[in-house]
C-alpha cells in the first residue's frame, strides 16, 4: 500500500506540471532595426590649389562608392540621413555640386552649395531619403558613385588672410536598416 | 543551405539551454550505480549491475539565468518587441547565459572482482553535450540599435562567448576499499569528440566618435576566433558540396572515428565518524585535440575609417584610382578575416563535487547495528541510516569562470525497496530551486527518477531552470562476497 501512495504520489507531481500557453508565433512580430552612421566622404583644398587652377572648375573628381548599392545595404536600407558639413576659409565664394551617379553614370540627384568668402559660417545640411517628406530612397539604393564638382567664383589671386585658408567638405550618412 | 540553418539551431538551441551540469540528486546516492559517475569513490555494495542500454541514464538540465521563455512568449498582449527590449536588452547583461547538457548513457554496467572484493569495476559508454551561450550584451544592442548616437561608445566584443560540444565517451573505473573508512575510485575515459564549436576567448570593440577631419570616425578593434570541428564536414554533406550522409558521418565521429581525448575522473568516500561521512570528486580531468574536419576563423587587427579622402593637392596625383575599393582593401588588410585548419585543443569543463553527509536514525534493516559488519568485504561497508542529511558543493570551469552551487540535502530510505532524496540549491539561475528524487528497488530491477527545480513546474515556460534524470538497472546485492 505505501509503495502504491509513493507512486501516486510521483504521478500527481508529474501530472501537476504545467506549461502556460505561449504564442511561439510572435518571433513574426519582432523587429530588428538598428541605426547605422558613418562618415562618406571628406575632401580638403588649401586655397592654393584654387588659385592654381587654370579656370573657375577647380575640381572635379569621381568618386567610386559602393557602400550604398551592397546588396545587404540595398536590401535592408529603410531610411536616413546624410549631413554635409562646409567650411570655407578662403577669401573666394565658392560653389560646390555634389551629384549621385548609378553605375551608368547617370545624375540621380543632387547637391548644390553656395559659400560666401571668409570668414563665413559652417554650413550644414542635412538631407533624409525614404521618409515621407525626404527625397526617394531608390536613390542611395542606387547609387555607385558621388562626383564633387567645386568652382571659384572669385579671384585666383587673393589669399585669405585666415591661418591655413582652405575650403573643407565633410558627410556622413545615418541610416535605418531592417536587419529582421 | 536550408537544411544546414535548422542544424545550427538544433545544436545551439535543440540540445538544451543550460551548462551547469550540477547533478546534485545523483550525486553520493549510494543505491544508483549510476552515482559511480559523479564519483567514482562512491561507496557501492553491488555485486554487478547491468544498465539497460539506451535507457540506464537519461539526463537532461535545461534554462537560463536572465530570462524564461514565459518572459518573451508569453500570450499576455504586450507588444513582443517591447518585451526583448526591456526584458532582453536592457534586462540582461554579459553574465546570464544560455546552456544545456545532456547525457545518454548507452550502456553501462559493473561487477565486483571475485578474487579481491574490495575492488569494484565499472565501465560504459555515454553520448553527452554540452552548449553554453553568454548574452551578447553589446552586440546584442549594436544589433537592435546600432552605433547611431553612441559617440565614445566601445561596444565589447568580449561579450561574444560561446562553446559546445557533442561527444562519445568510453570510460572504465575502478572503486575501491582503502579500508573501513576509506574508499577511493578512479576513473579513465576516453573520448570521441563529434562536434565541437568553441568562441570564448574574443576581445576588442568597435568604436564611434568625432573623427579628426570626417564627421565621424570608426574604428574597430578586433582579436576574435571560432574554432570548430566536426561541423564543416556535415555542412558540406547538406550543402551538397560533399557525398555521403549526416547519419554516417556522425556515427564514425562517435565511435571513434573523430577527435580524440582522454580523462580522468577521482573521487573518494571518508568517514570521519561512524555518523558523518565527507566525500569529494573531480571529474573531467582532461582534453579533446581536434584534428579532423577543423574549420577556424579569425578577425584580428586594428582599422579606423573616416570615409573616402581626397586630400589636394595630393589627391590630383590619384585622381584615377578607385577611392572606395582603396578604403576597402586598407581596411581588409589593417583586419584581415581569415580561415584555416589548424588542430586546436580544448580542455574539459572540470567538475568538482564535495560533501559532507550526516546518517541518523534505525538502520534500513532493523536488526542490524548501523555500524555493523557487513559490507563488500568481511567488514567495510555499513549498513545505511534510514535518514541523512547534509551540505554539498558542485563547481564547474566556465568560459567566464568557476561557477559554484551550494545543496541541502535529505535523504530518506523506506526499507530496502525505496529512498527519496530533497534537495534545496542555492545558484546563480536560482534561490528556489527545490528538488525531488526517487529510487525504487523492486527486486533485481532499480528505478530511479529524479527532478529538479519543482516549482518551476507550475509553468515550466517561466522556469529558468529544469533537469531531469530517469534510469533502469538491473543489479545484484551483496552475494558474491
Not at chain 1, 578662403?90 to 549621385?100: G, R
Not at chain 2, 589593417?334 to 567538475?351: G, I
Request: include cysteine; hydrophobic fraction near 40%.
Amino acid at each position: 500500500m505505501k509503495k502504491f501512495h509513493y507512486g501516486l504520489f510521483f504521478i500527481c507531481l508529474a501530472v501537476a506540471s504545467c506549461v502556460e500557453q505561449q504564442n511561439f508565433d510572435q518571433f513574426d512580430d519582432l523587429e530588428i532595426i538598428p541605426t547605422v552612421e558613418a562618415s562618406i566622404l571628406y575632401v580638403e583644398s588649401p586655397e592654393s590649389v584654387i588659385n592654381d587652377a587654370s579656370g573657375a572648375v577647380w575640381y572635379i573628381q569621381t568618386f567610386n562608392f559602393d557602400a550604398f548599392n551592397e546588396q545587404f545595404f540595398a536590401d535592408n536600407v529603410l531610411d536616413g540621413v546624410i549631413t554635409y558639413e562646409l567650411e570655407n576659409t578662403t577669401s573666394k565664394p565658392l560653389e560646390i555640386l555634389f551629384e549621385y551617379l548609378d553605375d551608368g553614370g547617370n545624375i540621380l540627384d543632387s547637391e548644390f552649395f553656395s559659400l560666401d568668402p571668409a570668414p563665413t559660417a559652417v554650413l550644414r545640411r542635412e538631407t533624409a531619403y525614404g521618409t515621407p517628406t525626404g527625397r526617394n530612397l531608390d536613390i542611395i539604393r542606387n547609387t555607385s558613385g558621388v562626383r564633387v564638382n567645386a568652382s571659384n567664383l572669385g579671384d585666383t589671386t587673393s589669399i585669405s588672410i585666415l591661418p591655413d585658408p582652405m575650403v573643407i567638405f565633410r558627410s556622413s550618412g545615418k541610416f535605418r536598416l531592417r536587419l529582421k | 543551405m536550408k537544411l544546414w540553418k535548422p542544424l545550427l539551431t538544433v545544436i545551439f538551441l535543440g540540445s538544451g539551454f543550460l551548462y551547469a551540469q550540477n547533478r546534485e540528486l545523483l550525486y553520493d546516492c549510494t543505491e544508483i550505480p549510476q552515482a559511480l559517475l559523479l564519483n567514482p569513490g562512491m561507496e557501492t555494495s553491488f555485486t554487478w549491475y547491468a544498465g539497460i542500454p539506451l535507457a540506464s541514464g537519461i539526463y537532461a538540465q535545461a534554462g537560463s539565468s536572465g530570462i524564461t521563455v514565459n518572459d518573451l512568449f508569453a500570450n499576455d498582449g504586450v507588444d513582443f518587441n517591447q518585451k526583448v527590449r526591456t526584458r532582453a536588452l536592457n534586462g540582461m547583461t554579459k553574465r546570464d547565459e544560455f546552456g544545456a547538457t545532456v547525457q545518454i548513457d548507452i550502456f553501462n554496467g559493473g561487477f565486483r572482482s571475485r578474487s579481491n572484493p574490495e575492488l569494484f569495476y565499472s565501465f560504459g559508454v555515454y553520448f553527452e553535450t554540452n552548449t553554453i551561450l553568454y548574452w551578447p550584451e553589446d552586440l546584442a544592442y549594436l544589433a537592435f540599435e546600432g552605433n547611431a548616437d553612441q559617440l565614445g561608445r566601445r561596444f565589447d566584443l568580449g561579450h561574444l562567448k560561446t562553446r559546445g560540444e557533442g561527444l562519445t565517451v568510453f570510460h572504465f573505473g575502478i572503486n575501491k576499499v582503502i579500508d573501513r573508512n576509506l574508499t577511493v575510485g578512479a576513473r579513465v575515459k576516453v573520448y570521441s569528440g563529434i562536434y565541437d564549436f568553441h568562441s570564448s576567448t574574443n576581445s576588442g570593440y568597435f568604436l564611434t566618435e568625432e573623427g579628426q577631419n570626417n564627421l565621424l570616425s570608426n574604428t574597430l578593434v578586433a582579436d576574435m576566433q571560432l574554432r570548430t570541428s566536426g561541423i564543416e564536414g556535415i555542412r558540406a554533406i547538406l550543402d551538397d558540396e560533399a557525398s555521403g550522409t549526416v547519419g554516417g558521418v556522425l556515427t564514425k565521429r562517435a565511435l571513434l572515428g573523430g577527435d580524440l581525448g582522454l580523462g580522468v575522473d577521482l573521487g573518494f568516500t571518508y568517514h570521519l565518524d561512524p555518523q558523518t561521512v565527507i566525500t569529494g570528486s573531480l571529474l573531467d580531468l582532461g582534453f579533446v585535440y581536434h584534428s579532423g574536419d577543423v574549420k577556424g576563423y579569425s578577425l584580428q587587427g586594428r582599422a579606423t575609417t573616416e570615409g573616402v579622402e581626397a586630400i589636394l593637392p595630393d589627391a590630383f596625383d590619384d585622381a584615377n584610382s578607385d577611392f572606395w575599393q582603396d578604403l576597402v582593401d586598407e581596411i581588409e588588410a589593417q583586419l584581415p578575416f581569415e580561415d584555416n585548419n589548424t588542430s586546436y585543443l580544448t580542455f574539459r569543463p572540470t567538475q568538482l563535487y564535495g560533501s559532507i553527509r550526516y546518517n541518523f536514525g534505525e538502520p534500513v534493516n532493523e536488526d542490524m547495528d548501523c555500524d555493523c559488519d557487513i559490507g563488500v568485504t568481511d567488514a567495510d561497508v555499513r549498513t545505511p541510516f534510514r535518514n541523512a542529511t547534509g551540505l554539498q558543493l558542485h563547481a564547474v570551469n566556465r568560459p567566464r569562470g568557476p561557477q559554484a552551487a551550494l545543496t541541502a540535502f535529505y535523504l530518506r530510505r523506506f526499507g530496502n525497496f525505496l529512498s527519496l532524496k530533497g534537495t534545496y540549491t542555492v545558484d546563480k539561475f536560482s534561490m528556489s530551486n527545490l528538488g525531488l528524487g526517487m529510487n525504487l528497488q523492486a527486486g533485481p530491477v532499480n528505478f530511479y527518477v529524479l527532478a529538479n527545480n519543482l516549482l518551476g513546474y507550475r509553468n515550466l515556460a517561466d522556469s529558468r531552470y529544469a533537469s531531469f534524470q530517469i534510469g533502469l538497472n538491473i543489479l545484484s546485492w551483496g552475494a558474491n562476497r
